[in-house]
């Protein structure tokens, strides 16, 4: 089209206008679906100028986009040209130790402004839940909160200075509160600027009464334009009037922020109350103590995140209570952080029926943090499974309103016979809530319409806002003729008129909303399928729909989600961007092939299928199974590709191999041999072929066996000799043979021959997977605990074996230990070892089976062992193998894990279970060899020493 062409022309970074980035970009964290006319991601600031002079010549509208998390729909629009600003204008200009200031563009991601100042004893002070990825830009344009913002405020009070380009073109600074005479000159100022200035004091000039009687005071009003704050007695600040007016007046193209100072120790206050309303009315007499947070947490919530994963360790700190005050305590020592929050758990104890506990481990303290923080994701599931939605998210009131609100807000949703989990701020009457409206269900919105409206009225009775933090986007803006008067309203939009006369920056956002109850992102069908998804009712369609666009998937700090998304920056290569995606080809309407669609196709072929999203996201979309769910359809009586063939046959192609092994690797290491067979197997030919060994795991067991027989007495374990431990790695099995034996334990292996299904499940070939398991279950005798050695094997046994094959496979799978898990739960004397190492964690271990039994091991062993924050290792089994996806594998391991094994000393052991993850250290680290826990414990059962604390074990 000729925009696309146009904006080609005149910016230098990204212009995407096909169907899979305007799918990706027409969602946010709210209800709603606005697939946009194209995408912009522009390099500089000078490429915001050339968008939007296009987009204003076409007469396009613009929405500027950050990290996409917010709730209320401010970052999508019918129609319009999405600005992405966090792909590229992400860079810190200068940060002032002196003045605690930092000059920033609006792509800075909060948490690398935090990491900049940190090394100065400073920070940022708001802090949303979703730091790790929200941007300085998206901040202001929702004037976003956090939990510290009750002793460091809101993003409006931590900004000097805006630098903004308005809709005509125009460019200005503007800066805080000025005095009369510095207000009179910007009256005088020339041309657009000077006209902008005189217009906006004389509409603060002609209502004075107006806006002083008429704006809720409160800390957290952020519904509406803050209009009061152009009043003389507040200093015509600017700032603070275009702080959280949603991207409909200006476009930031940079910020001058303030900074604090960062109390160098904190503890804390973990205060148990009966309730939710027993907690707020106890929020004022706190307050005056000064402590950081005062954020509220009810048992509903702890009950959501338990009933979607396992329960983290500090949980148990907890004291005895159905809601529970987290009320962090700063200091220049530990010391005076603990008496800081010695004197806040003092006065939480004078209100009856208290119980209060003080944390002052760092780790711990993170773990509860980080419940918290996952908030929005965990309530998103009710504990019993039911969905429940933003919609009514982050109501305020007074502080001292608060327990009255939070009771009459429960028994407006009885009325409804409604359910949700509330949460928050309380100590600026903040509560976060979602509800389980029934917005998949289009004859049923009426009561949605009906709710909101009577919530509206509760909230403003209570001399409340509408929202808190999230701004009012679609999801409240048809609501604020129930906040403020009609004069007010009219005031809005002149304001907007003031600053974009042509409505051409987020049109329909605060200012002549659409309706709150259109455009709902929820319509689709569901298609046949061949995986249950038991935990969301047999449906793909909600399963997606799991996904609210909290995007933890788009933080690239650390942690296992999402590996093509650190590696590529692309929205569609995050876990959020395919759910999208999949999203759209259950509506049909931009993704319109279904099963045979390429962009899904496209997209899901950067899947490393790690599962790591399985268990970070907090609301568990696992893309790993819509991954294979979707390659089962998509190639169902089509051709596929060689790699599905190569590599998913590979068990098969290994067998074979095993007959004559010599021969097989003489093939394989040949120049022309090799690099036909990775022509023929769409395999990348950067790629090395691993050499087959001269005897298979299972030979060299009857040898073994007929060597040494089984011990009398011994507990027989039965190994799991996976494909690639017998066919292709044998060590580790070898060694976990040598192991066991020497610990009392007899080992015992199936009646024939086996195989997890695993590399048939990532490619898709699932009706092949369940006839392969189906087999390999009949060869497992009953009763003996099944020992897994390769972490994404043991994974495949433990969960994708009772996925494909239902109950008949409960009862082994239940069975399957790690090798860890086993001796830990057996108790049986370690030798000591000592030494260092970095351990590599799998992917699927992480996801799926855990690592405490590991950790606990490794200790037992005394092993000072640093386990690397490095996610996957790029590999990912045959996805790293295959052609296409070399870029991509090398730079998931670049990231963390290469780097800190060539960084580790000749002495320190490097240590990996997985297959994949020691190939890619083989291959990448200049022949550094990785150890399996196995070969460790066989090192120490060798060569162990002798223990300078204690007995063997302790």
Known sequence: MDLARALSAAVRGEVRFDPAERAVYGYDASNYRHPPLGVVKPADTDDVRAALAVCREYGVPLVARGAGTSIGGQAIGPGAVVLDLRRHLNRIHALDPGTRTARVEPGVVLDDLQRAARPHGLRFGPDPSTHSRCTIGGMIGNDSCGAHSVAWGRTSDNLDSLDLLLADGTELTVHGPLPPEQRRRLRQLPGREGELHRALQDLAAGHLTTLRRSMPQLPRRGSGYPLDALLPERGYDLVRALTGTEGTCALVLGATVRLVAEPPARALVLAGYRDETAAADAVPALLPLGPLTVEGMAADLIAALLAAGPRPPALDRLPEGGCWLFLEAGGATDAEALEAARDLATAVRRVPHTAVTVVTDPGEQRQLWAVREAGAGIVTRLPDGGEAWPGWEDSAVPVEQLGSYLRELRALLARHGLRGVPYGHFGEGCV???????????????????????AADLVVSHGGSLSGEHGDGQARAELLPRMYPPQVIDLFRRFKRIWDPEHLLNPGTLVDPRPFDADLRFPGRDLPLALPYEQDGGSLLTAVHRCVGVAKCVDTSSGVMCPSYMATGEERHSTRGRARLLAEMLRGELVTDGWRSTEVREALDLCLACKGCASDCPVHVDMATYKAEFLHQHYRRRLRPAAHLSMGWLPLWLRGAALAPGLANRLLQHPVGGALLKRLGGIDPRRALPPLPEQTFV???????????????????????????????????????????????????PAGPVCCGLTLVSTGQLSLARRVMRRSLRALPPGLPV??????????????WPRLLGAEARPAAARVRTLAELLDDAGVDLPYLGGRAVTQVHCHQHAVLGTAADRRIEARIGLANEVLDSGCCGLAGNFGFERGHYEVSVAAAERVLMPAVRAAAPDTLVLADGLSCRTQIAQLGDGRRALHLAELLRLALRQGAARPDGPPGA
Do not use: K, Q, Y
């Open 699 to 749: 030979r060299w067991f009857r040898d073994h066996r007929a060597r040494h027989p089984e011990p009398a007495g011994a507990r027989p374990v039965l190994l799991w000799p996976d494909s690639m431990a017998n066919l292709l790695d044998p060590e580790p099995a070898r060694a976990a043979v040598e192991v066991l034996e020497s610990l009392g334990f007899a080992v015992r292996l």
């Open 432 to 454: 976060h809530l979602r509800i389980d409206w029934p917005l998949t269900d289009p004859g049923r919105l009426g009561g949605f319409r009906s709710f909101l409206t009577e």
């Open 787 to 800: 020992v897994g050695l390769d972490p994404s094997c043991t994974a495949a046994l433990r969960e994708e």
